[in-house]
């Protein structure tokens, strides 16, 4: 399979490792923080751990829309839907995230009309067939979803369809990695960039993580050779002294970004003045809200919205997985009280959070390898 | 509707609720098919319902499926199904010659299986009370001799056998319900693994451990069951799993691991490892079973898991299905 096969190349995978090796200080400890859940996940599915050194260490980032998003909008989303009989659509990926009174999945258990969709414009096509219910697509996403629920928005507007409204949660990146940076207990030494998000935004916006805090960035592609290569290319970096900011992923991402889709952007959204992420906390400027122009297809203008606040169970360290600060390992709900079919934080649903993802491929790999070491003792 | 996708909760419906208050032996592990005693003779025992929508898909539909799940639940039990009862369930309104299509393609599974249908019931149910019709069969068989299916006597160093590519079942099912915008030349792959498993009982009956077919939750699923049945851990080499690449492109797109997608035409076959060759020859020699392949061992470890390795030297852990596959967007 073209632009897959080559990426998962063998002798190509061993060569960038062996060069990592090579270029690694031994007497340095790496840590490397990969921003988007694309990336997190893929660390695991290939299982790139086993062929990195000990001294680098993979930070999972913030780059998990459905980890990030706080589960009140959650439980906000379910309310319009159950309360004004509304249709309400989403991706995969929230189906299964808890709000305080269930998730999507179990709401269409009790007989909410919940619908799997897979674009914006899939929903708006219900609603296209569907003239007598309302359709309300629960948004979410960074950068790399928000230009197709903007398209969709402008389509609705343009046609004039009345039963259609969006409840927007998406997000933007840059502020959620300055917030990161920010942290006081965050000592990073490199980012592996988004490599969607670039898509859209282009590799400009990260000039000054490397300018002002003088860490280096390469924006990868999602196959291991994409990320290995952008681990020699950081590690290069580094050892040089420099901080730039590169483009790995040059086949999918232009520098400048997709013109046309930031068009749309601007065209529908606006910044909110702040906006809460889940383990983050309010974070100023870093999400979209629908212009007053596409008020009339703006959920939560339309319908009355209870506002829920959720405080994540206290036992729960979220905040400090989503931060690198500690491992999903380290939670004292992981791997008991929290698992992927009972997961109390939102790192544990997406298959893109860092608790699921080291859950599903790594949990019991480890559990495997200390019973195989302690039988040899 | 988690409890009814394959993966652990149905297996924890049944563990915890049905095998307790229902089985005469809740500890027994659960096979596909019942060894039954009736004076003195064994007779296997299996029954499966099939829900599917839509009706018809390409390279099949739900009455085949019907005749094939439940011949193929006998076969990877080490029995040849004999005879046949099915129940159906059809929704008011449901048009006649979609009825009597579904009828036909069910005689042709029954022909191409050597197996007789001798009885059955029928219920209609109001409009909207069912996907326009739900089949359930019920198959008896003999067991073949020779042949002795069971978890517990799988041992480290046994291969693991797959009788032809995954996914392709699941996807296409996927794809048929056209809510996804994509198409592929893809069709399911149900058919009667019966005469693959006759060629290779003849060759290597005595090496056979263990059998199952993949079907919901897919060979991810099935080897888990296996791992945590027998206690040990099943390791598998990545690039020896044969995959369409239409399948591994959907899936790529979708975000789906193929080892959780749905099969009905394929069966995995755990084997000692001196009647391996002898099994896969077997197979190789014998229509429709030109793409089986080893795909990987059994080993102490990860105990009661499932590990895949990769050629560069990753390796990953690869659990049960939780719930439904579900497509990753963002």
Same mark, same amino acid.
């Given at each position: 399979?073209?632009?897959? !096969?080559?990426? +998962?190349? #063998?002798?190509?995978?061993?060569?960038?490792? *062996?060069?990592?090796? $090579?270029?690694? %200080?031994?007497?340095?400890?790496?840590?490397?923080?990969?921003?988007?859940?694309?990336?997190?996940?893929?660390?695991?599915?290939?299982?790139?751990?086993?062929?990195?050194?000990?001294?680098?260490?993979?930070?999972?980032?913030?780059?998990?829309?459905?980890?990030?998003?706080?589960?009140?909008?959650?439980?906000?989303?379910?309310?319009?839907?159950?309360?004004?009989?509304?249709?309400?659509?989403?991706?995969? !990926?929230?189906? +299964?995230? #808890?709000?305080?009174?269930?998730?999507?999945? *179990?709401?269409?258990? $009790?007989?909410? %009309?919940?619908?799997?969709?897979?674009?914006?414009?899939?929903?708006?096509?219900?609603?296209?067939?569907?003239?007598?219910?309302?359709?309300?697509?629960?948004?979410?996403?960074?950068?790399?979803?928000?230009?197709?629920?903007?398209?969709?928005?402008?389509?609705?507007?343009?046609?004039?369809?009345?039963?259609?409204?969006?409840?927007?949660?998406?997000?933007?990146?840059?502020?959620?990695?300055?917030?990161?940076?920010?942290?006081?207990?965050?000592?990073?030494?490199?980012?592996?960039?988004?490599?969607?998000?670039?898509?859209?935004?282009?590799?400009?916006?990260?000039?000054?993580?490397?300018?002002?805090?003088?860490?280096?960035?390469?924006?990868?592609?999602?196959?291991?050779?994409?990320?290995?290569?952008?681990?020699?290319?950081?590690?290069?970096?580094?050892?040089?002294?420099?901080?730039?900011?590169?483009?790995?992923?040059?086949?999918?991402?232009?520098?400048?970004?997709?013109?046309?889709?930031?068009?749309?952007?601007?065209?529908?959204?606006?910044?909110?003045?702040?906006?809460?992420?889940?383990?983050?906390?309010?974070?100023?400027?870093?999400?979209?809200?629908?212009?007053?122009?596409?008020?009339?297809?703006?959920?939560?203008?339309?319908?009355?919205?209870?506002?829920?606040?959720?405080?994540?169970?206290?036992?729960?360290?979220?905040?400090?997985?989503?931060?690198?600060?500690?491992?999903?390992?380290?939670?004292?709900?992981?791997?008991?009280?929290?698992?992927?079919?009972?997961?109390?934080?939102?790192?544990?649903?997406?298959?893109?959070?860092?608790?699921?993802?080291?859950?599903?491929?790594?949990?019991?790999?480890?559990?495997?390898?200390?019973?195989?070491?302690?039988?040899?003792? | 509707?988690?409890?009814?996708?394959?993966?652990?909760?149905?297996?924890?419906?049944?563990?915890?609720?049905?095998?307790?208050?229902?089985?005469?032996?809740?500890?027994?592990?659960?096979?596909?098919?019942?060894?039954?005693?009736?004076?003195?003779?064994?007779?296997?025992?299996?029954?499966?319902?099939?829900?599917?929508?839509?009706?018809?898909?390409?390279?099949?539909?739900?009455?085949?499926?019907?005749?094939?799940?439940?011949?193929?639940?006998?076969?990877?039990?080490?029995?040849?199904?004999?005879?046949?009862?099915?129940?159906?369930?059809?929704?008011?309104?449901?048009?006649?010659?979609?009825?009597?299509?579904?009828?036909?393609?069910?005689?042709?599974?029954?022909?191409?299986?050597?197996?007789?249908?001798?009885?059955?019931?029928?219920?209609?149910?109001?409009?909207?009370?069912?996907?326009?019709?739900?089949?359930?069969?019920?198959?008896?068989?003999?067991?073949?001799?020779?042949?002795?299916?069971?978890?517990?006597?799988?041992?480290?160093?046994?291969?693991?056998?797959?009788?032809?590519?995954?996914?392709?079942?699941?996807?296409?099912?996927?794809?048929?319900?056209?809510?996804?915008?994509?198409?592929?030349?893809?069709?399911?792959?149900?058919?009667?693994?019966?005469?693959?498993?006759?060629?290779?009982?003849?060759?290597?009956?005595?090496?056979?451990?263990?059998?199952?077919?993949?079907?919901?939750?897919?060979?991810?699923?099935?080897?888990?069951?296996?791992?945590?049945?027998?206690?040990?851990?099943?390791?598998?080499?990545?690039?020896?799993?044969?995959?369409?690449?239409?399948?591994?492109?959907?899936?790529?797109?979708?975000?789906?691991?193929?080892?959780?997608?749905?099969?009905?035409?394929?069966?995995?076959?755990?084997?000692?490892?001196?009647?391996?060759?002898?099994?896969?020859?077997?197979?190789?020699?014998?229509?429709?079973?030109?793409?089986?392949?080893?795909?990987?061992?059994?080993?102490?470890?990860?105990?009661?898991?499932?590990?895949?390795?990769?050629?560069?030297?990753?390796?990953?852990?690869?659990?049960?299905?939780?719930?439904?596959?579900?497509?990753?967007?963002?």
């Amino acid at each position: 399979m073209r632009y897959v !096969d080559e990426f +998962r190349d #063998p002798e190509l995978i061993t060569r960038a490792s *062996e060069e990592i090796y $090579r270029l690694a %200080d031994p007497a340095r400890h790496y840590r490397i923080m990969e921003v988007c859940g694309g990336h997190t996940h893929a660390i695991y599915r290939f299982g790139l751990k086993d062929v990195l050194p000990s001294n680098i260490e993979l930070i999972h980032g913030p780059g998990c829309p459905v980890c990030v998003l706080p589960m009140g909008r959650i439980d906000d989303g379910l309310a319009v839907a159950r309360n004004a009989n509304v249709i309400f659509a989403a991706f995969g !990926d929230m189906m +299964r995230v #808890p709000g305080a009174h269930g998730s999507p999945l *179990e709401h269409k258990a $009790r007989g909410t %009309d919940v619908r799997i969709v897979y674009s914006p414009a899939d929903a708006l096509q219900i609603a296209r067939r569907n003239r007598d219910r309302h359709v309300m697509f629960f948004a979410i996403g960074f950068e790399t979803t928000a230009p197709s629920t903007a398209l969709t928005l402008m389509r609705a507007k343009a046609e004039g369809i009345a039963n259609f409204s969006v409840f927007c949660n998406h997000v933007t990146i840059i502020p959620a990695i300055r917030a990161i940076l920010d942290s006081p207990d965050m000592r990073l030494d490199a980012f592996i960039g988004p490599g969607h998000v670039s898509t859209v935004i282009g590799c400009r916006p990260y000039e000054w993580i490397a300018r002002n805090e003088g860490k280096p960035v390469v924006t990868s592609g999602f196959e291991p050779l994409d990320l290995l290569q952008s681990i020699v290319m950081l590690l290069r970096q580094l050892q040089a002294g420099e901080a730039r900011v590169e483009n790995q992923y040059k086949r999918v991402v232009p520098w400048e970004g997709n013109r046309a889709a930031l068009k749309a952007m601007a065209e529908v959204f606006q910044l909110r003045p702040y906006f809460e992420w889940r383990g983050l906390g309010f974070i100023s400027q870093s999400a979209l809200k629908i212009r007053d122009e596409y008020a009339e297809w703006d959920a939560e203008q339309r319908f009355p919205i209870p506002g829920t606040r959720v405080t994540d169970p206290k036992a729960a360290q979220c905040g400090e997985v989503l931060k690198g600060v500690l491992k999903p390992a380290q939670c004292k709900l992981f791997g008991n009280e929290c698992t992927p079919e009972h997961p109390i934080g939102a790192l544990m649903v997406s298959s893109e959070g860092s608790c699921a993802a080291y859950y599903n491929y790594e949990h019991r790999k480890a559990v495997a390898m200390v019973t195989s070491i302690s039988s040899v003792a | 509707m988690a409890h009814g996708a394959g993966g652990k909760a149905s297996r924890r419906l049944v563990e915890g609720l049905f095998a307790p208050l229902l089985f005469e032996n809740a500890n027994a592990p659960l096979g596909d098919a019942a060894n039954v005693r009736i004076d003195g003779a064994s007779v296997a025992i299996t029954t499966d319902s099939f829900v599917v929508n839509p009706l018809k898909f390409p390279g099949g539909s739900i009455g085949e499926l019907a005749v094939n799940g439940t011949m193929n639940d006998l076969a990877v039990s080490g029995a040849k199904g004999q005879a046949m009862v099915a129940t159906f369930v059809l929704e008011e309104g449901l048009p006649a010659s979609v009825l009597e299509g579904e009828i036909r393609a069910m005689a042709a599974a029954l022909h191409r299986a050597g197996v007789v249908m001798v009885g059955g019931d029928t219920k209609v149910v109001e409009r909207g009370k069912a996907d326009g019709m739900y089949i359930t069969t019920t198959g008896i068989g003999r067991f073949m001799p020779r042949v002795t299916i069971d978890a517990r006597s799988v041992r480290p160093g046994d291969k693991v056998i797959l009788s032809g590519p995954i996914g392709d079942h699941g996807i296409t099912i996927l794809l048929a319900r056209g809510e996804l915008d994509l198409e592929a030349d893809l069709s399911s792959d149900t058919r009667c693994v019966l005469p693959l498993i006759e060629a290779m009982v003849d060759e290597a009956a005595p090496g056979i451990r263990w059998m199952r077919d993949p079907t919901r939750g897919g060979v991810a699923t099935s080897l888990n069951e296996l791992a945590r049945d027998c206690g040990l851990g099943i390791v598998l080499s990545e690039e020896e799993i044969p995959m369409r690449d239409e399948v591994r492109g959907a899936c790529e797109l979708l975000g789906l691991d193929p080892l959780h997608s749905a099969n009905e035409g394929q069966f995995l076959a755990v084997v000692a490892p001196e009647y391996a060759d002898a099994a896969l020859n077997a197979l190789n020699r014998t229509e429709g079973g030109e793409d089986a392949f080893i795909i990987g061992e059994v080993r102490t470890e990860p105990a009661c898991g499932v590990l895949v390795t990769t050629r560069y030297g990753g390796s990953r852990i690869v659990d049960m299905l939780v719930g439904d596959p579900l497509p990753r967007i963002c």
